[in-house]
């Protein structure tokens, strides 16, 4: 497969205006596998105009029939399940079983906001309760306008169902630009859009990097609020962007969570639940909880239990059934994470598991599952996303030291507590700090619940009626009775 992807534009597949040309990889087999346009700000502007012309017409459609054209979609994505899962697998790396848990929570995105969409029509124009005699107020929740769109490579067709379907069902027109790194799932969007009939210049997506695409979108005057999964880094770009203008800005930024395993902790769970919170996807998880804190009683048997599962880990080709781990999404982020095996190395820390436990695949941008121990709080390993699939570990005397310690980090996108009582485990999670606490468990995520980060995790939640709060602007008219 060697073709070009290109701009859609008002349900148009059209040739971007722009030049340069991009890679697109499978980070196991290390081959080219399509080539993508690295997009052209003439692309932003003809994409904004599409968009904007679109909104009148959207909006008119009310919640209703918007709502039956994102249930559309959800079938649509799922008649081509096999297709996508193999598709989001061999673009990004991720094992066919997560790439399969990835689309459900995709459908299960657009069936939400299908019935969101719908109780908004019902709720238009409701009655506010006051105490002003002789008085009438009614809330309308009009949409936010044109949104500029913009995910990460790690969970293609997720985050974006977090943010297209809240946005269509708000009555926003959409401008979406997806990673240049994983591209391939996204285009079925486009594919779908046209089999569903969505009025043109509804969704719009947008191919190229973020010199091509992403800096002009955010940039656009014609986009009235953005929406930004990514790296704080680029976060903070796209905020500063979003300041020009004074239009609206959500982020969903990076992580470094905490799991906190508690004394009356069970091993064994305790070992599968930390295995689940950092190896999935690589560690390529925004919400991965990447600090272990561990009671010092348990310390030494949980390590022996992590070391255990970890050397059970299948490394290998993530098309083939029983891979439990899949490379690196592309080369650049092997290296990323690498150069923190080097810092690692040079401060001194001590690995339970490393590269030099476990011979890595002959092909493919792998990492091997890693775990320090006795990580110092001050450690840049600590401090910081490593994105990638290093466990740092750090054993604690106290309940109490175990809040302070999760709590002391400027990221608070998740944690976990692992109790053997699940009354405590909800009582320590109520004391930390981040947008997702998961007890006796990891890595819940239904569209029903909020998520979103505090501190420098992100601004704003995605998901349940927050998500699509985030999509619309409130109005009150007020005036005499009758
Ligand atoms: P990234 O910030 O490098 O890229 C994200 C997107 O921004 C890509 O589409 C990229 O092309 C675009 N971009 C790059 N430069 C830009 C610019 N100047 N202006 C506008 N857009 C630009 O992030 P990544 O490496 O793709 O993803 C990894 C990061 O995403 C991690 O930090 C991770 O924690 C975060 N993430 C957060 C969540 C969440 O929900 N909080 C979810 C997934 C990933």
């Not at 597949?13 to 993508?36: C, F, H, K, N």
């Not at 649509?76 to 929570?105: F, H, P």
């Not at 009582?427 to 981040?434: Q, S």
Request: glycine residues 10%.
């Amino acid at each position: 497969m060697q073709h070009l992807i290109q701009q859609f534009i008002d349900n148009q597949w059209i040739e971007s205006r722009g030049q340069r040309r991009l890679s697109v990889m499978d980070p196991y087999r290390q081959t080219r596998i399509a080539e993508l346009t690295a997009g052209d700000s003439a692309d932003v502007d003809a994409a904004v105009q599409a968009a904007r012309a679109a909104l009148p017409v959207w909006q008119a459609l009310g919640g209703v029939r918007r709502g039956a054209y994102l249930a559309a979609f959800a079938d649509a994505l799922e008649a081509r399940r096999e297709r996508l899962v193999r598709c989001s697998s061999t673009n990004n790396g991720k094992a066919l079983a997560e790439a399969a848990i990835d689309l459900d929570d995709a459908i299960a995105c657009y069936r939400y906001y299908a019935g969101q969409a719908k109780a908004l029509e019902q709720r238009q124009g409701r009655r506010l309760e006051h105490g002003m005699a002789g008085i009438e107020a009614r809330v309308f929740e009009d949409p936010a306008g044109v949104v500029g769109l913009i995910t990460p490579w790690n969970f293609p067709l997720v985050t974006s169902a977090w943010k297209i379907a809240p946005a269509l069902a708000a009555g926003c027109t959409v401008v979406f630009k997806p990673s240049e790194v994983t591209p391939l799932p996204e285009v079925v969007l486009a594919e779908i859009a046209l089999e569903v009939g969505l009025p043109a210049g509804v969704l719009n997506l947008l191919n190229g990097d973020g010199d091509g695409i992403g800096a002009p979108l955010s940039a656009h005057p014609g986009v009235d609020k953005l929406s930004f999964t990514g790296s704080n880094a680029v976060g903070e770009k796209v905020m500063q962007a979003a300041a020009n203008g004074v239009r609206g800005v959500s982020l969903e930024l990076g992580g470094k969570s905490p799991i906190l395993v508690l004394d009356d902790a069970e091993v064994e769970s305790a070992a599968d639940w930390v295995m689940a919170g950092i190896y999935f996807n690589s560690g390529q998880i925004c919400s991965a909880t990447s600090r272990l804190l561990v009671h010092e009683s348990l310390a030494e048997p949980l390590y022996q239990a992590l070391a255990e599962r970890i050397d059970a880990l299948t490394l290998g080709d993530p098309l083939v059934e029983g891979t439990d781990m899949g490379p690196m999404t592309s080369a650049r982020q092997r290296e990323a994470v690498e150069r923190y095996l080097e810092i690692a190395r040079a401060e001194g820390l001590v690995a339970v598991r490393d590269g030099r436990h476990r011979d890595l695949p002959d092909q493919g941008e792998f990492v091997a599952p890693t775990l320090y121990r006795d990580v110092p709080t001050s450690s840049r390993l600590w401090r910081e996303e490593i994105f990638g699939p290093v466990l740092c570990a750090h054993s604690v005397t106290s309940e109490a030291e175990a809040i302070e310690l999760a709590n002391d980090s400027p990221f608070g996108l998740a944690a976990t507590v692992i109790s053997g009582d699940n009354e405590r485990a909800r009582r320590v999670g109520r004391a930390l700090r981040a947008g997702s606490i998961w007890f006796n468990s990891e890595q819940l995520v239904m569209p029903e619940a909020s998520w979103g980060g505090f501190g420098i995790s992100g601004i704003g939640r995605e998901l349940g009626p927050w998500g699509l709060a985030g999509y619309l602007e409130v109005k009150h008219l007020i005036g005499p009775e009758g």
